[in-house]
C-alpha cells in the first residue's frame, strides 16, 4: 500500500523559504506514468494545487507560484520536496503531498513573524 508522508517546519518567517519534504513508502516515485503533486489549502478556501513532477523529473508549476516555487528530487530517498520562496502570509495552509492514488495527511505551515 503507498503512502505518503509530508514533513517541515510548521512556522516559516515572512521573506523566507517554505521547505517541505514528501516521503514515499509502497512505491518507487519513478515508477513509470505515475506523477506526484503538491497541493495546499488555505485557512476558509478551497484546494490549490502548486506542482507536479513526473516519474522522469519534469516538474510543472503553477503560474500563480511559478516564480518562486521549485520541486526537486531525491530518488534515492523516494523523496520529492516542495520550496517556496519569499514566502507571505497568504501562503499559510495544509500542505498535502499526493500522487494519482494517494494522499499524504497533510502538514499545517503558518507564515508569520
Known amino acids: 500500500q503507498m503512502r505518503l508522508q509530508e514533513s517541515g517546519p510548521g512556522l516559516v518567517k515572512p521573506s523566507q523559504t517554505l521547505s517541505l519534504t514528501c516521503t514515499v513508502s509502497?512505491?518507487?516515485?519513478?515508477?513509470?506514468?505515475?506523477?506526484w503533486h503538491w497541493i495546499r489549502q488555505p485557512p476558509g478556501k478551497g484546494l490549490e494545487h502548486l506542482g507536479t513532477?513526473?516519474?522522469?523529473?519534469?516538474?510543472t508549476v503553477s503560474p500563480s507560484l511559478k516564480s518562486r516555487t521549485t520541486i526537486p528530487r531525491d530518488t534515492s530517498k523516494n523523496q520529492f520536496t516542495l520550496h517556496v520562496s519569499s514566502v507571505i502570509p497568504e501562503d499559510t495552509a495544509v500542505y498535502y503531498c499526493?500522487?494519482?492514488?494517494?494522499w499524504g495527511q497533510g502538514t499545517q505551515v503558518t507564515v508569520s513573524s
Open positions: 499526493a500522487s494519482d492514488v494517494s
Open positions: 509502497g512505491g518507487s516515485i519513478t515508477t513509470n506514468n505515475y506523477w
Open positions: 513532477i513526473g516519474y522522469s523529473g519534469d516538474t
